[in-house]
């Protein structure tokens, strides 16, 4: 059953294609979109323009201003038909009406129409006007002008439009190319998001993103442990060969102090973790990062409540937990500019509100920058310098781990303090 189960369960490759594959579908959508809008803007205020041109150009003309104050109405109808079809056609518009002071139509598409009144805004101060409105040929997009007599006072008027079904028409038109370049990016992201399935399973094989997570924290864990267990050999070295040779020269008494005061050491942090049946793996991180922070001359306290509940962790994950936090605060803390005696890192574990436990880790580093915040979880950003290896992956971890355990965290400043706040373990576990 497990093993179906699992098998159900995408790799984080397959994760990582359908999150880009939906992304780009996503973009092209909104390209698609964003190009359509785009076209039917650019018709319309095409259309615009255009009528505006014709309808300002025709009212100048000396043959319209003629023929809208002529006293011979058919003979002006009849002088004005094929100069306006022949400008309308030209120009690819649906309709050039010339009319009269009063908006009677000299001209229309339609010569049913002619002798009728012009349907739309004639505006009352003399101006020019584009609007929509719906006449005979339905709604359109139109410009009327006013013509004007040689003492410029209004004796007509000219209106061009393109009706509204001629500019959907254009859009259409447009719409295999609009398609053509929404499919270009679409197929352009496809093969970006193969590309990096590709490159994901070649790194994560076929783990789905939590074995990918686990095998990231089980690094980070052998990392943390190995450089513990790296100082605590190398201080246990010194102190072996530093005893010998008190022995040679027959100082017994200072050779046996000491030794006496590293296993004091060890053996109050392992009493601690003892007390409340703590993870024996985290003990044994504690006296690394002890001999560590001995190294780093910096003051290194651990405080351990009896009373704590062990977090619902297994031990690679608290490993990474603790030791990535631990690790931060050492490295701030050795940042600091003051004597050795100000230097000092301090673990606390202890009882939480609601059965939880709460593992607090301060230091006497210069602190979080204010720009970040937050942010110091977020993968790839640190306040460490930029060209050390792995910077910006330690907190990021932390912070999926925790969240994945169904616990919380957080940091603040003066001094510089990350708690974490984690379920406890099942009685169960914690006999074990």
Known sequence: MATTRRARVRSAASRVFALLIGSVLLIGAAIGVFLTWEAQTSARQEAEHVTAAI???LSAAPLVRSAVTASDRPAAEA?????????????GLDFIT????????????DPAQVGGHYLGTIPADGRTLTEQYTGTLGPSVRTISPVHDAGGAVVGWVSAGVTVESLAGALLRRLPVIVLLTLAVVALGAVGAVLARLATRRITGDLNARDVRDAVAGFESVRTLGEALRAQTHEHGNRL???LALLELDRKDEAIALLSDSSVQSQSVIDQMTLRDGDPTV??????????????????????????PRADLDPVDAVAVVGNLIDNALDAAGQDATDDAGRWVRVEIAPAEGGEVAITVSDSGPGIPADLGDRVFEHGVSTKPSDRAGRGVGLALVRDVVQAAGGSITVTNDPTTFRVT??????KARRR
């Open 422 to 427: 984690l379920p406890a373990a099942p009685a």
């Open 98 to 109: 010339v009319m009269d002071r009063d908006g009677v139509r000299l001209t229309h598409p």
């Open 79 to 91: 002088s004005l038909r094929a100069y306006v079809e022949s400008a309308r056609t030209g120009a």
């Open 283 to 308: 003990a044994a991180l504690l006296l690394g990062k002890a001999s560590q922070a001995k190294e780093r001359r910096v003051h290194w306290q651990v405080v351990v409540d009896p009373t704590a």
């Open 241 to 243: 060969h530093t005893a």
């Open 55 to 57: 309808a300002h150009a």
